[in-house]
Protein backbone atom coordinates (compact mmCIF):
# COMPACT_ATOMS: atom_id res chain seq x y z
CA UNK A 1 0.00 0.00 0.00
CA UNK A 2 1.44 3.21 -0.70
CA UNK A 3 1.13 6.15 2.48
CA UNK A 4 -1.38 9.05 1.91
CA UNK A 5 -0.81 12.15 3.66
CA UNK A 6 -3.68 14.63 4.94
CA UNK A 7 -3.78 18.13 6.86
CA UNK A 8 -4.44 17.44 10.45
CA UNK A 9 -7.50 19.87 11.18
CA UNK A 10 -8.62 21.61 14.54
CA UNK A 11 -11.12 18.60 15.52
CA UNK A 12 -8.54 16.28 14.79
CA UNK A 13 -6.58 18.19 17.91
CA UNK A 14 -6.29 14.44 19.64
CA UNK A 15 -4.45 12.66 17.01
CA UNK A 16 -1.76 15.48 16.47
CA UNK A 17 -1.20 15.37 20.28
CA UNK A 18 -1.15 11.40 20.10
CA UNK A 19 1.27 11.11 16.96
CA UNK A 20 3.95 14.29 18.57
CA UNK A 21 3.98 12.50 21.81
CA UNK A 22 4.74 9.36 20.10
CA UNK A 23 7.92 11.24 18.03
CA UNK A 24 8.77 13.03 21.17
CA UNK A 25 9.03 9.91 23.26
CA UNK A 26 10.51 8.02 20.56
CA UNK A 27 13.32 10.35 18.95
CA UNK A 28 13.86 13.09 22.04
CA UNK A 29 17.46 14.03 20.93
CA UNK A 30 15.75 14.78 17.18
CA UNK A 31 13.68 17.41 18.32
CA UNK A 32 13.52 20.95 20.13
CA UNK A 33 10.31 20.18 22.02
CA UNK A 34 10.11 17.95 24.82
CA UNK A 35 7.45 15.57 25.94
CA UNK A 36 7.24 16.23 29.51
CA UNK A 37 6.57 19.86 28.16
CA UNK A 38 3.89 19.63 25.30
CA UNK A 39 2.37 16.08 27.48
CA UNK A 40 0.94 19.05 29.77
CA UNK A 41 -0.19 20.89 26.97
CA UNK A 42 -3.84 21.87 27.50
CA UNK A 43 -6.45 20.92 24.70
CA UNK A 44 -6.86 24.27 23.39
CA UNK A 45 -3.04 25.27 22.82
CA UNK A 46 -3.21 21.68 20.59
CA UNK A 47 -6.28 23.02 18.72
CA UNK A 48 -3.99 26.31 18.33
CA UNK A 49 -1.66 24.59 16.86
CA UNK A 50 -3.49 22.55 14.28
CA UNK A 51 -4.41 26.39 13.33
CA UNK A 52 -1.45 28.06 13.49
CA UNK A 53 0.48 25.66 11.91
CA UNK A 54 -0.12 23.02 8.96
CA UNK A 55 0.18 19.57 10.06
CA UNK A 56 0.01 16.80 8.15
CA UNK A 57 -0.44 13.23 9.33
CA UNK A 58 0.80 10.30 6.87
CA UNK A 59 -1.51 6.66 6.98
CA UNK A 60 -0.79 3.48 5.88
CA UNK A 61 -2.78 1.03 6.19
CA UNK A 62 -5.63 2.78 7.21
CA UNK A 63 -3.50 3.99 10.56
CA UNK A 64 -0.85 7.55 10.58
CA UNK A 65 2.00 6.50 11.06
CA UNK A 66 4.00 9.74 10.03
CA UNK A 67 3.83 13.59 11.37
CA UNK A 68 5.17 16.57 9.10
CA UNK A 69 5.03 20.57 9.49
CA UNK A 70 5.17 23.35 7.22
CA UNK A 71 6.18 25.73 9.64
CA UNK A 72 5.99 29.82 8.99
CA UNK A 73 8.96 32.07 8.27
CA UNK A 74 11.72 33.04 11.10
CA UNK A 75 12.19 35.98 9.12
CA UNK A 76 11.13 37.87 6.63
CA UNK A 77 14.30 36.89 4.35
CA UNK A 78 13.43 32.96 5.44
CA UNK A 79 11.95 30.53 3.63
CA UNK A 80 8.53 28.40 4.73
CA UNK A 81 10.42 25.40 6.40
CA UNK A 82 9.36 21.61 7.14
CA UNK A 83 9.49 20.88 10.98
CA UNK A 84 8.83 17.63 13.20
CA UNK A 85 9.09 15.14 10.94
CA UNK A 86 8.71 11.60 11.62
CA UNK A 87 7.73 7.95 11.31
CA UNK A 88 7.10 5.24 13.28
CA UNK A 89 10.24 2.99 13.66
CA UNK A 90 8.17 -0.20 11.91
CA UNK A 91 7.68 2.52 8.89
CA UNK A 92 10.54 3.67 8.01
CA UNK A 93 12.15 3.18 5.07
CA UNK A 94 9.02 2.47 3.36
CA UNK A 95 7.77 5.60 1.53
CA UNK A 96 5.87 7.43 4.39
CA UNK A 97 8.78 10.34 5.00
CA UNK A 98 9.13 10.83 1.07
CA UNK A 99 5.24 10.86 1.08
CA UNK A 100 5.05 13.57 3.90
CA UNK A 101 7.49 15.63 2.40
CA UNK A 102 6.37 15.78 -0.87
CA UNK A 103 3.28 17.03 0.59
CA UNK A 104 5.15 19.72 2.46
CA UNK A 105 6.65 20.41 -0.79
CA UNK A 106 4.10 20.65 -2.76
CA UNK A 107 1.93 22.58 -0.59
CA UNK A 108 4.81 25.42 -0.26
CA UNK A 109 4.58 25.43 -3.87
CA UNK A 110 1.35 26.20 -4.08
CA UNK A 111 1.95 28.79 -1.55
CA UNK A 112 3.75 30.40 -4.20
CA UNK A 113 7.69 29.46 -2.47
CA UNK A 114 10.44 28.62 -4.96
CA UNK A 115 12.15 27.15 -2.02
CA UNK A 116 11.89 25.40 1.27
CA UNK A 117 14.04 25.11 4.07
CA UNK A 118 14.80 22.98 7.29
CA UNK A 119 17.02 22.03 10.12
CA UNK A 120 18.33 18.96 11.85
CA UNK A 121 20.49 18.67 14.59
CA UNK A 122 23.84 18.23 13.69
CA UNK A 123 24.56 14.77 15.98
CA UNK A 124 21.28 13.46 13.81
CA UNK A 125 23.58 12.24 11.38
CA UNK A 126 20.95 9.65 9.81
CA UNK A 127 18.38 12.49 9.08
CA UNK A 128 20.53 15.08 7.40
CA UNK A 129 21.70 12.20 5.22
CA UNK A 130 18.44 11.79 4.91
CA UNK A 131 17.30 14.64 3.53
CA UNK A 132 20.67 14.81 1.21
CA UNK A 133 19.19 11.91 -0.51
CA UNK A 134 15.88 13.70 -0.93
CA UNK A 135 17.57 16.33 -3.03
CA UNK A 136 18.10 19.18 -0.07
CA UNK A 137 21.05 20.94 -0.07
CA UNK A 138 23.29 21.86 2.72
CA UNK A 139 23.62 25.53 3.67
CA UNK A 140 24.96 26.31 6.62
CA UNK A 141 25.40 25.11 10.38
CA UNK A 142 24.18 27.25 13.09
CA UNK A 143 24.28 27.56 16.82
CA UNK A 144 21.23 27.00 19.12
CA UNK A 145 20.29 27.70 22.29
CA UNK A 146 18.22 24.86 23.83
CA UNK A 147 18.10 25.11 27.10
CA UNK A 148 19.02 27.67 29.29
CA UNK A 149 22.84 26.77 29.69
CA UNK A 150 22.78 24.21 26.72
CA UNK A 151 23.53 25.40 22.93
CA UNK A 152 24.03 22.95 20.01
CA UNK A 153 24.67 23.23 16.45
CA UNK A 154 22.06 22.47 13.48
CA UNK A 155 22.80 22.15 9.90
CA UNK A 156 20.06 24.23 7.42
CA UNK A 157 19.02 22.58 4.51
CA UNK A 158 17.59 24.29 1.32
CA UNK A 159 15.32 22.41 -1.76
CA UNK A 160 14.43 24.30 -4.66
CA UNK A 161 10.71 24.11 -5.34
CA UNK A 162 10.49 24.13 -9.52
C1 LIG B 1 13.88 10.81 8.88
C2 LIG B 1 12.60 9.96 8.75
C3 LIG B 1 11.39 10.88 8.89
C4 LIG B 1 12.60 9.30 7.34
O1 LIG B 1 11.36 8.67 7.12
P1 LIG B 1 11.20 7.29 6.29
O2 LIG B 1 9.74 7.04 6.15
O3 LIG B 1 12.00 6.23 6.94
O4 LIG B 1 11.88 7.67 4.91
P2 LIG B 1 11.46 7.10 3.45
O5 LIG B 1 10.97 5.69 3.59
O6 LIG B 1 10.56 8.06 2.78
O7 LIG B 1 12.87 7.11 2.71
C5 LIG B 1 13.02 7.53 1.37
C6 LIG B 1 14.35 6.99 0.88
O8 LIG B 1 15.41 7.42 1.76
C7 LIG B 1 16.09 6.28 2.29
N1 LIG B 1 16.48 6.57 3.67
C8 LIG B 1 15.71 6.46 4.78
N2 LIG B 1 16.43 6.81 5.87
C9 LIG B 1 17.66 7.13 5.41
C10 LIG B 1 18.87 7.55 6.05
N3 LIG B 1 18.93 7.71 7.37
N4 LIG B 1 19.94 7.81 5.30
C11 LIG B 1 19.91 7.66 3.94
N5 LIG B 1 18.78 7.25 3.27
C12 LIG B 1 17.69 6.99 4.01
C13 LIG B 1 15.09 5.14 2.18
O9 LIG B 1 15.72 3.89 2.17
C14 LIG B 1 14.41 5.46 0.86
O10 LIG B 1 15.26 5.08 -0.19
P3 LIG B 1 14.68 4.55 -1.60
O11 LIG B 1 13.85 5.67 -2.17
O12 LIG B 1 15.90 4.26 -2.40
O13 LIG B 1 13.86 3.34 -1.28
C15 LIG B 1 12.56 8.82 9.79
O14 LIG B 1 13.76 8.07 9.71
C16 LIG B 1 12.40 9.29 11.24
O15 LIG B 1 11.27 9.45 11.72
N6 LIG B 1 13.53 9.50 11.98
C17 LIG B 1 13.48 9.86 13.41
C18 LIG B 1 13.00 11.27 13.65
C19 LIG B 1 13.93 12.28 13.00
O16 LIG B 1 15.14 12.25 13.13
N7 LIG B 1 13.29 13.24 12.29
C20 LIG B 1 14.00 14.31 11.61
C21 LIG B 1 14.05 15.51 12.49
S1 LIG B 1 14.86 16.86 11.64
Not at 87 to 92: A, K, T, Y
Not at 114 to 132: C, H, M, P, R, S
Request: glycine content about 6%.
Amino acid sequence: MCPTTSRISAVEWAELRRLRLLALEESPDAFLGDFATESALKPSAWKRRCNNEEWFAAELDGRNVGLGMLAKRHGPDKYLHIESMWVEPDHRTAGVGRALLERLESEAKRQGEEKIALWVFVGNTDAWQYYVKMGYEFVRDQDIKISVDRVTTEKEFQKGLR
